[in-house]
């Protein structure tokens, strides 16, 4: 009888693991969206930075944010957050 009892209760602790998992991707969706929606062609590029770094904090941890791209084979960090970083500085290869 036990058995049959843990076994009916299997799937409703999958269903609600899956709920609280789904829930937590609508959250995240949601402040990506949140994200998006917040630029504005107003600020500069690194006002841009400062407001997503925020925002994404709410979806990652992170102690460090660089946005590097590809220039001639090097990548280069264009951005920090926080700014005054020691590990990697603007333009460092």
Do not use: H
């Amino acid at each position: 009888m036990e058995r049959q009892l843990e076994k009916a209760l299997c799937p409703t602790k999958r269903l609600e693991e899956q709920l609280k998992e789904l829930s937590k991707r609508n959250i995240q969706l949601e402040i990506i969206n949140q994200i998006v929606k917040s630029l504005t062609l107003d600020m500069t590029f690194d006002e841009m930075m400062d407001d997503v770094a925020q925002k994404l904090k709410w979806v990652v941890a992170y102690d460090l944010l660089n946005l590097c791209v590809l220039e001639g084979g090097n990548l280069i960090v264009k951005t920090s957050v926080p700014s005054k970083t020691e590990a990697l500085q603007k333009g460092a290869i």
